[in-house]
Antibody, heavy 125, light 107 residues
């Protein structure tokens, strides 16, 4: 069974870089048709898509965060990572990694079918 | 960006009730609409994809409908484990965006 597990510091100082890793187990990150995404949720608020990476290294970012975000993949370790620079208190959130699937029937539908448990990152001095 | 608006923001219901949640997109998104359920302290769980396709393992009391800009999630007979927050999400174009959520509470 596929499992995703986020890891990284739970506290980051303002203006510094937030770094998280998502370890994937129970399946290969290199499998065609799957994308690996980061999504965040500020406390008590809704969900915001941050960006995604394909096993080839191709990336897709939310324009609202693009200037500060880098997502990368390490196929040898079956994991992918998020870096968010110049963080402020507004970046305090639970960060989720998730697998995005391209539906094999339609080939145009995408959905998030597996999620990590989430990790809370607080930005504070 | 495509804005997703859910209504209501919250509702109160009893076990056995039928529940309907609405999601409206700011532009047409065909059937590129997914629904998720989130319980406190947990990650979202996929319920419906492609507006009306039930994810494997999800009870048949959940159903989705709609196309274009207006979509609904229906729970035919609310069960105790269904009290949660529900989110719609468009997969028509990036950036993928979510509705603000609908919290289903016990009456």
């Amino acid at each position: 069974q596929l499992q995703l597990q986020e890891s990284g510091p739970g506290l980051v100082k303002p203006s510094e870089t937030l770094s998280l890793t998502c370890a994937v187990s129970g399946g290969s990150i290199s499998r065609s048709g799957y994308y690996w995404d980061w999504i965040r949720q500020p406390p008590g608020k809704g969900l915001e898509w941050i960006g995604s990476v394909y096993y080839s290294g191709s990336t897709f970012y939310n324009p609202s965060l693009k200037s500060r975000v880098t997502i990368s993949v390490d196929t040898s370790k079956n994991q992918f990572s998020l870096k968010l620079s110049s963080v402020t208190a507004a970046d305090t959130a639970v960060y989720y990694c998730a697998r995005r699937v391209r539906d094999i029937v339609t080939t145009t539908q995408y959905y998030f079918d597996h999620w990590g448990q989430g990790t809370l990152v607080i930005v504070s001095s | 960006d495509i804005q997703m608006t859910q209504s209501p923001s919250s509702l109160s219901a009893s076990v056995g009730d039928g529940v309907t949640i609405t999601c409206r997109a700011s532009q047409t998104i065909s059937s590129y609409l997914n629904w998720y359920q989130q319980k406190p302290g947990k990650a979202p769980k996929l319920l419906i994809y492609g507006a009306s396709s039930l994810q494997s393992g999800v009870p048949s009391r959940f159903s989705g409908s709609g196309s274009g800009t207006d979509f609904t999630l229906t729970i035919s007979s609310l069960q105790p484990e269904d009290f949660a927050t529900y989110y719609c999400q468009q997969s028509y174009s990036t950036p993928w965006t979510f509705g603000q959520g609908t919290k289903v509470e016990t009456k």
